[in-house]
């Protein structure tokens, strides 16, 4: 069988050992009524198989070329240097466990250590830790450390942060008993958060500099969810005086893989550090003064608080940190400056273009925008699958969460979109 | 042996990696009140001296590919490469959450045959394979008990936890606004069913339970548990991090438990990835079907569909699908497995730890009466009068080329040494560590100072952690800025 190891006669040899006369007596704590024969399981294949039979499957899904894809709403597609890969792909970091014992973890605590400062250099906050599970649960995470730093039982949400966030922070304020509140009217006394997003989900820019003094006239923290590429040339949340900053870093270097898995990150002040969630990784030294890193502040975790913890947290996603550690270190600040520039004037170009087609026009001319934007066009359903057709995903209907804008989608265009293929794009569409 | 940090190793001239040009007029620029002033300090190198770092920072790591990773409670087992590949497929690796569902029915259905999977092993109605990692997947099953009651018209404020259970149980329950009540373990480790009965009432909304326990016993009492917790209109709920223990022996479903969460990090080979990304899905039975998160993946005539009508759902508790290369990875693994391999599986984890555990009599204490299940916690108790801690033979065993197992834990174990081999090692790595913890020991009682001062070959010696804690420093700054 696969990757089992013992012969019959290893295991003859350890029953023997164990004064066993068969592996059943090892089971003998488990009532008899509650044994089964087996699992009603196909049975197991030869790696050849069950590699065709997984090939098969994949066969079965539609795949684009990457210059291609023009759809994103929180996933995209961007170049991943060829690092990347060969860096998560080394078995020393992609076998090892939650470094426990650091003196044997020092590659994994050091990678992480580089994460934490990376993401807070680019959201220019004091502290990051080293990840979440996605940019939804980062929200989440973010508005129960405002909910316990302030006391207050009401989180106010920007009414076009990204609707699956939406719906995610909801249901942990079920749980947790705190209210969501859509829309910032309402923000009070009773406010612990105010969480926007930058672009929002619709692309557009926001002036985040009134949405955190808006939040804090009200005594309430500014949560910013981020686009971490898009913090090459917008100004990041250390600069506006928001006190916690998330986001999804999927575009740091990981494939869209169906939504997952990607990377939450999250970064805040440095006296809302103890209410952070998840592991943090601290400098220490040994007793020669040689210097090293371990998992630190470990009072704020599960194993030591129990039900106090600041979260329930443990597996995060440390893989995921590692590619995007290697992905910005790849770039540099003239590189990741340069991926958000060819996306923003594409992007920009593309917009126009569309805007020139009959029946097309933007839905939000008057907002500026990175490399997202709403347009609004005559029959979406069929232009999105002519573009099908020709090879290319088009954009994103976004009626199945705001119903009034059934005729809006919104488009997106990154590095790989080179103009050869937004000249396709725009051709198909032209063709109505 | 240690190595600079890249924003240490950062220099000026660096180039910049080539990347397109934009190829297009300038567009207008965004206003100056939304542009970043001052550009992220992140540091400059050219690509072989980014590769030459990581590869140096590879080689600082102890990994299950180079090893034994007999570490309690986390089924280190051998991540079989062809998962791998089967994850990176472009078939998979390479679709937007947001295609066309008729686009993605090979993905679709991969979800819905792992749930089928997953529903047999586990003896449950329904899976969703939406959580992210094992805690989270505990909370998810919480906030689905508490909708379940909530719908009922009860509203129940506690949920009992085992002194044993691992830290992430009441840290969910508290998360999910529950009070936490503790029931107490037996002297033979099990939970204490006098205590049980005393702390059920109608205020309890579940009993969080591990079987095999975190001693790695089997709760032999499972179903007078069952019925009891049942009788005061509480669920059972089980935590699946030592699943591997009964794949094919017994299933939790059969067992009275309602809701269930597995690991595909642990059981079912999922690499864990120097800490995640894991998955973690939850099984229930019918009762708690209607409370599932949503999207699920449904068979309609043929077809794979993902269902977001469901009226009774607690909503997303992440984003899209879950941690769906984690899926792919554990679906080629059951698929390559088999029924009658992962049957095998759980019976050579058992066979694994019995026979370790063996091996250890007489080296260190054996609190609890064997067999155990799929591991094993012994205690280094017996080594106070030299002074010596678990932590000493932890840092011994790195020393002499093993990981160490989970120390100090369970709680209720003192100097708590909890062992699983998992059923992926040789008889000949098993022997060698058992010797190795002999050789510890013996070391522990001629020179207990030389234990101390190990690890000695690796490249930092014990870190100061206690320092550490008290001046955090958790990031690099660059020259002259403090914090």
């Given at each position: ?71 994103g709403g929180g996933v ?47 959201t220019a906050l004091?502290?990051a830790n080293?990840?979440l599970y996605d940019g939804a649960t980062a929200v989440a995470e973010a508005a129960m450390m405002a909910v316990v730093h302030t006391g207050r039982p009401e989180v106010a949400v920007h009414p076009y942060l990204h609707p699956e966030y939406l719906e995610v922070l909801r249901c942990y304020g079920q749980g947790r008993g705190f209210e969501v509140r859509q829309g910032l009217e309402q923000v009070g006394e009773r406010t612990a958060a105010v969480v926007f997003q930058q672009p929002t989900f619709l692309g557009v820019l926001e002036d985040p500099q009134a949405l955190t003094a808006h939040a804090h006239h009200h005594g309430a923290l500014a949560v910013a969810c981020v686009d971490p590429?898009s913090l090459?040339?917008l100004a990041p949340p250390g600069e506006y005086g928001a006190d916690v900053a998330v986001g999804e870093g999927q ?8 939504g997952g898995?990607h990377l939450g990150f999250i970064a805040c002040r440095?006296d809302l550090t103890r209410r952070l969630p998840g ?21 704020r ?6 039900a106090k913890a600041t979260s329930n947290i ?49 839905a939000l001319?008057d907002q500026p925008f990175l490399?997202e934007f709403p347009?609004r ?19 994103l209907p976004i009626a199945r969460w705001y119903p009034e804008m059934e005729d809006v989608?919104l ?22 | ?32 009140n939304l ?62 959450p947001y ?29 969703t394979?939406q959580p992210a990692?094992?805690a989270h997947?505990e909370w998810t099953a919480l906030r689905m008990i508490q909708a379940y009651h909530l719908a009922r018209g009860e509203e129940r404020s506690?949920v ?11 840290a969910s329950a508290a998360l999910c606004g529950f009070r ?25 909304a ?84 209607p409370f599932l998160p949503r999207p ?10 993902l269902d977001s009508e469901r009226p009774h759902s607690i909503g997303r508790v992440r984003s899209f699908y879950g ?161």
């Amino acid at each position: 069988m696969p990757y089992l190891v013992h012969s019959e006669e290893d295991r003859r040899a350890m029953l023997a050992e164990l004064g066993a006369r068969s592996a059943e007596e090892l089971l003998a704590d488990v009532p008899g009524q509650l044994r089964v024969r087996g699992l009603e399981l196909p049975p197991g294949l030869s790696e050849l198989e069950t590699m065709s039979s997984v090939r098969r499957l994949a066969a079965r899904n539609r795949t684009y070329e990457d210059r291609f894809w023009f759809r994103g709403g929180g996933v995209y597609k961007r170049f991943i240097p060829t690092a990347v890969d060969a860096v998560i792909s080394k078995p020393e970091f992609y076998t090892a466990y939650t470094p426990y014992q650091p003196e044997a973890s020092q590659g994994t605590l050091q990678a992480v250590f580089e994460y934490q400062t990376l993401i807070a250099e680019l959201t220019a906050l004091d502290v990051a830790n080293a990840s979440l599970y996605d940019g939804a649960t980062a929200v989440a995470e973010a508005a129960m450390m405002a909910v316990v730093h302030t006391g207050r039982p009401e989180v106010a949400v920007h009414p076009y942060l990204h609707p699956e966030y939406l719906e995610v922070l909801r249901c942990y304020g079920q749980g947790r008993g705190f209210e969501v509140r859509q829309g910032l009217e309402q923000v009070g006394e009773r406010t612990a958060a105010v969480v926007f997003q930058q672009p929002t989900f619709l692309g557009v820019l926001e002036d985040p500099q009134a949405l955190t003094a808006h939040a804090h006239h009200h005594g309430a923290l500014a949560v910013a969810c981020v686009d971490p590429i898009s913090l090459a040339l917008l100004a990041p949340p250390g600069e506006y005086g928001a006190d916690v900053a998330v986001g999804e870093g999927q575009q740091l270097g990981l494939a869209p893989s169906l939504g997952g898995p990607h990377l939450g990150f999250i970064a805040c002040r440095q006296d809302l550090t103890r209410r952070l969630p998840g592991r943090l990784v601290g400098e220490a030294y040994d007793a020669a003064g040689r210097r090293g890193f371990v998992l630190t502040l470990t009072a704020r975790e599960q194993h030591i608080r129990r039900a106090k913890a600041t979260s329930n947290i443990c597996t995060n996603h440390s893989l995921c940190a590692l590619a995007a550690s290697v992905y910005l270190t790849y770039m540099g600040p003239e590189g990741l400056r340069q991926v958000a520039e060819v996306s923003y004037q594409r992007a920009h170009a593309l917009a126009d273009r569309l805007s020139q087609l009959p029946g097309v026009e933007l839905a939000l001319p008057d907002q500026p925008f990175l490399n997202e934007f709403p347009v609004r066009m005559f029959h979406v359903e069929q232009s999105l699958k002519r573009l099908e057709a020709a090879g290319i995903l088009g954009g994103l209907p976004i009626a199945r969460w705001y119903p009034e804008m059934e005729d809006v989608v919104l488009f997106c265009c990154t590095e790989v979109n080179d103009l050869d293929a937004i000249d396709r794009l725009v051709e198909v569409l032209g063709q109505a | 042996m240690t190595e600079e940090l890249t924003f240490e190793k950062s220099h000026p001239s660096a180039p910049p990696p080539r990347l397109p040009e934009s190829g297009v007029e300038a567009a207008p620029r965004l206003p100056a009140n939304l542009l970043r002033k001052r550009p992220p300090a992140l540091p400059r190198l050219s690509e072989p001296e980014v590769m030459r770092h990581y590869s140096r920072l590879a080689s600082l790591n102890y990994s299950i590919s180079e090893n034994f990773y007999p570490l309690g409670s986390c089924t280190m087992k051998y991540n079989p490469v062809a998962n791998e590949q089967a994850a990176r497929l472009p078939g998979f690796a390479e679709l937007h959450p947001y295609q066309d569902p008729e686009t993605i029915q090979g993905a679709l259905e991969l979800m819905w045959r792992l749930e089928r999977a997953l529903c047999e092993i586990a003896g449950v109605d329904r899976v969703t394979l939406q959580p992210a990692a094992g805690a989270h997947g505990e909370w998810t099953a919480l906030r689905m008990i508490q909708a379940y009651h909530l719908a009922r018209g009860e509203e129940r404020s506690e949920v009992i936890v085992p002194d044993a259970a691992h830290g992430t149980n009441p840290a969910s329950a508290a998360l999910c606004g529950f009070r936490v009540v503790e029931v107490k373990s037996a002297p033979d480790g099990r939970v204490d069913v006098g205590d049980l009965e005393a702390k059920l009432s109608n205020r309890v909304a579940a009993l969080m339970l591990t079987n095999p326990n975190t001693l790695g016993l089997f709760e032999r009492q499972i179903l007078e548990v069952s019925e009891m917790v049942h009788a005061t209109g509480a669920k059972l709920y089980y935590d699946g991090a030592n699943l591997n223990a009964l794949m094919g022996i017994c299933r939790p479903g059969d067992m009275g438990f309602d809701a269930v969460h597995m690991n595909l990090h642990k059981t079912f080979t999922t690499p864990h990835g120097g800490g995640g990304p894991g998955s973690g899905p939850v099984g229930v039975k019918a009762d708690l079907v209607p409370f599932l998160p949503r999207p699920t993946v449904e068979r309609e005539n043929g077809r794979f569909v993902l269902d977001s009508e469901r009226p009774h759902s607690i909503g997303r508790v992440r984003s899209f699908y879950g941690n769906f290369g984690m899926l792919v990875r554990a679906f080629t693994y059951i698929q390559a497995m088999g029924g009658d391999g992962l049957t095998q599986a759980s019976k050579d984890a058992v066979l694994a730890a019995n026979y370790v555990r063996k091996r250890l009599e007489g080296v260190l204490d054996l609190p609890h009466e064997g067999p155990c299940m799929h591991e094993f916690v012994a205690s280094a108790r017996n080594l106070a009068p030299q002074g010596i801690k678990a932590l000493d033979l932890a840092k011994g065993l790195l020393e002499r080329g093993f990981y160490a197992p989970t120390v100090y834990f369970p709680l209720i174990v003192p100097e708590a040494v909890m062992v699983e081999p998992t059923e992926t090692e040789s008889k000949a790595t098993l022997d060698a560590f058992a010797d190795a913890l002999k050789e510890i020991v013996e070391l522990a009682r001629t020179d207990p100072d030389e234990l101390r001062a190990e690890p000695r070959s690796l490249p930092v010696g014990r870190l100061d952690e206690v320092r550490a804690a008290r001046h955090p420093v958790l990031r690099w700054r660059p020259d002259g800025e403090s914090g």
